[in-house]
């Protein structure tokens, strides 16, 4: 399974980016998708999950309200998305996209362990 992230960039703080996460390889339908984050200096911190069950969706607190996660099922790939909107400068990071065992993440979405598959990371900067 591999896992392509997109969609990082510059944004001025209010502004919007959307992550892309492209996963392929043996059946991506299956497993569920998570977006976590590493600020400089600080650990790597878990910020969004979907199902692949159900679609059911899981957020940090600091991001509820602000950042919207989704998922687009194509033949051989899938896609999730991460829509961040109202950044600000806590936002600023290199955002990691990872696909899991749905019954793992549906339980912990938040545990890096219920993760397998991690693809590279996209930087995200927001500028006050």
């Known amino acids: 399974v591999q896992l392509q992230a997109s969609g990082g960039g510059l944004v001025q703080a209010g502004g919007s980016l959307r992550l892309s996460c492209t996963v392929s390889g043996r059946t991506p339908k299956f497993y569920a998708i998570g977006w976590f984050r590493q600020a400089p200096g600080r650990e790597r911190e878990w910020v969004s999950s979907i199902s692949s069950s159900d679609g059911s969706t899981y957020y940090l607190d600091s991001v509820k309200g602000r950042f919207t996660i989704s998922r687009d099922v194509a033949k051989n790939t899938v896609t999730a998305y991460l829509q961040m909107n109202a950044l600000n400068s806590e936002d600023t990071a290199v955002y990691f996209c990872?696909?899991?065992?749905?019954?793992?993440?549906?339980?912990?979405?938040?545990?890096?362990?219920?993760?397998?598959?991690w693809g590279q990371g996209t930087l995200v900067t927001v500028s006050s």
């Open positions: 990872a696909a899991g065992d749905p019954m793992g993440v549906v339980v912990f979405p938040s545990a890096s362990q219920a993760y397998e598959y």
